[in-house]
T-cell receptor, first 112, second 112 residues
């Protein structure tokens, strides 16, 4: 979308704090959402996903929340560690088209 | 297990020269294939999407083209590179409609 050309917002936290990264998605008909983590110079890596018929899904230290009313997705990271420092992207798929499109992304920096 | 290979890892090309980036997937059949571009410090822009051999969807009008000569091979090309083609190019694959995509390690292209 239009956001791909913008500078990424940043979030700085202290080690051990909880982090919340937010994302506004574009298509109210999207069926499936994914959070990716991208470290410098590497391709994005899958963190967690959620389908549109769910509001919340938990993984190991991560939780994804989906609010379809306002087209908002969030990623919560518990007890953030320096190794969590990376860029985090949300992505969505609308099943009728099948394409994976990315949101803007957030740079997370964790200070020891 | 499935793997994705993308090469080269880095590339420096003069303006006006041609481009060919190759991506191959192993360990799966009939994958969905993607090409993304990422400018420094920016988000991921979907360039091309393919659901099968010879089936290419172009997302953004540009100086690039894509081809899928084989089921698990996806090629990104340009006849004449522009300075604005510089960026980090990522290939990805997925299987099915609502599943995560897996990314290659990317190609850092610098057009000089």
């Amino acid at each position: 979308g239009e956001s791909v050309g913008l500078h990424l917002p940043t979030l700085s936290v202290q080690e051990g704090d909880n982090s919340i990264i937010n994302c506004a998605y574009s298509n109210s008909a999207s069926d499936y959402f994914i959070w990716y983590k991208q470290e410098s110079g590497k391709g994005p890596q899958f963190i967690i996903d959620i389908r549109s018929n769910m509001d919340k899904r938990q993984g190991q230290r991560v939780t994804v929340l989906l609010n379809k009313t306002v087209k908002h997705l969030s990623l919560q990271i518990a007890a953030t560690q320096p190794g969590d420092s990376a860029v985090y992207f949300c992505a969505e798929i609308f099943s009728s088209y099948g394409k994976l499109t990315f949101g803007q992304g957030t740079i997370l920096t964790v200070h020891p | 297990s499935q793997t994705i290979h993308q090469w080269p890892a880095t590339l420096v090309q003069p303006v006006g020269s041609p481009l060919s980036l190759e991506c191959t997937v192993e360990g799966t059949s009939n994958p969905n294939l993607y090409w993304y571009r990422q400018a420094a410090g920016r988000g991921l822009q979907l360039l091309f999407y393919s659901v099968g051999i010879g089936q290419i969807s172009s997302e953004v009008p540009q100086n690039l083209s894509a081809s899928r000569p084989q089921d698990r091979q996806f090629i990104l090309s340009s006849k004449k590179l522009l300075l604005s083609d510089s960026g980090f190019y990522l290939c990805a694959w997925s299987v099915g409609d609502l599943t995560e995509a897996f990314f290659g390690q990317g190609t850092r292209l610098t057009v000089v």
